[in-house]
């Protein structure tokens, strides 16, 4: 984050003596990236986060890709994929490539372990529910609408409310930071940047867990899962400072950039990362000159994949889209509104849609879960009739 900020108790000075009230030392912990070049924070544990118990047991990672066929327009209907398990055994993967795994989570049971994404950052977009991000760097009270940005590294665990909770998942293999173009040399959001670091959340609390008993972590790396054990209460953290962390910006704050004529898709930008931008299409006032055509025009992503990722309201430019679905128009064929959507459109004021999008700038490749609920007829929508 372009940001500093730090919780609890730290020292005055980095890398020297932090003494416990009974005379030992804490346990200094740089967490950065890039080598050492990159954004970094310091936390301050009660026991070295290196001090492992037991290695527990490693299982394969890796998504299924369905046997591929001819290049179409696709629509999956994710309400239908079967989800269960905790927070992060109920993800499942649909859209993948070199870059980034896409997928939904909709969670049936508590996670009674931790998790560390050690390949890359990962972004959460809450659909429905209320819950807790609780992390080494303290909590995070999430509600729908949030994206939910937890760095690689970070050591978490999900908690939802009794209600349930409804993901879209977001996992990379590089960072997640807000546009450069909004960004000044220092890492200050602009003034013509649609959010600024007043509508980011940060952790709110933190809790220091000075607990001995057996605690599995659960750590993601190298194409498996390694699950560890240790005698310590992993969240046993008091005091952090910098400038990486977990945090949280609701849809809600992205302002919409708008203008006389149909603006194109990178003023709905919300984050970038390597090969790939996320968006966010959000309610609006529509074009005001007065021959303006409110509906997107036809046009060839040529570079890229556009996947998005439909939350709610209506999306005019499309027929036949539920809540959760999900439609990938890929690099190379055409694509544009459905017919009838442009002359509809004409004389509208406003838009109430709600989608995340998701632009990447190498192909996405389809797992054997996302064929089983696609809707194979998407393809001829567009058919004159």
């Not at 179409?72 to 905790?86: E, P, W, Y």
């Not at 910006?249 to 790939?276: A, M, Y």
């Not at 190498?362 to 058919?383: C, F, Q, V």
Request: charged share 20%; net charge negative.
């Amino acid at each position: 984050m372009p940001f500093y900020n730090r919780m609890g108790e730290i020292p005055h000075k980095r890398h020297t003596q932090f003494r416990k009230p009974d005379g030992s030392l804490y346990a200094e912990q740089l967490m950065g990236t890039k080598g050492f070049s990159g954004i970094q924070s310091l936390l301050y544990h009660h026991r070295p986060p290196t001090a492992v118990k037991e290695i527990l047991g490693v299982q394969p990672f890796q998504p299924c890709l369905e046997e591929r066929g001819p290049l179409r327009h696709r629509h999956f209907k994710t309400q239908a994929a079967v989800s269960s398990g905790d927070p992060i055994e109920s993800r499942v993967h649909l859209l993948v490539n070199e870059d980034v795994a896409i997928g939904v989570s909709t969670p049936t049971e508590q996670m009674n372990y931790f998790y560390r994404n050690g390949e890359g950052d990962e972004l959460l977009f809450v659909h429905e529910g209320n819950g807790r991000l609780e992390s080494v760097f303290g909590t995070i009270a999430y509600r729908p609408g949030d994206y939910l940005l937890i760095p690689i590294g970070t050591t978490y665990r999900i908690v939802p409310d009794d209600n349930g909770s409804r993901f879209l998942v977001i996992e990379t293999r590089s960072g997640i930071v807000p546009p450069k173009r909004y960004r000044n040399e220092h890492g200050q959001l602009l003034e013509h940047s649609p959010y600024c670091e007043r509508d980011i959340r940060v952790p709110e609390q933190l809790e220091t867990f000075d607990q001995q008993g057996d605690y599995e972590v659960r750590v993601r790396a190298h194409g498996q899962i390694t699950s560890y054990l240790y005698n310590y209460h992993p969240f046993d953290v008091v005091g952090w400072d910098g400038y990486l962390y977990p945090y949280a910006l609701n849809i809600e704050d992205f302002e919409p950039i708008t203008g006389r004529i149909h603006q194109p898709p990178p003023v709905h930008q919300t984050f970038e990362g390597h090969n790939f931008v996320v968006c966010s299409f959000v309610p609006r006032k529509y074009d005001y000159h007065p021959l303006a055509i409110p509906t997107p025009y036809n046009h060839s992503n040529v570079d890229s994949d556009e996947l998005i990722y439909y939350v709610d309201g209506n999306f005019m430019s499309r027929k036949g889209i539920e809540t959760g679905s999900i439609t990938l128009h890929p690099a190379g064929i055409p694509h544009g509104p459905h017919p009838g959507t442009v002359e509809a459109s004409i004389g509208k004021e406003e838009t109430h849609e709600l989608a995340v999008m998701v632009d990447t700038f190498r192909p996405l490749y389809a797992t054997k879960t996302a064929a089983g609920i696609e809707d194979e007829s998407y393809m001829n929508s567009w058919r004159l009739l």
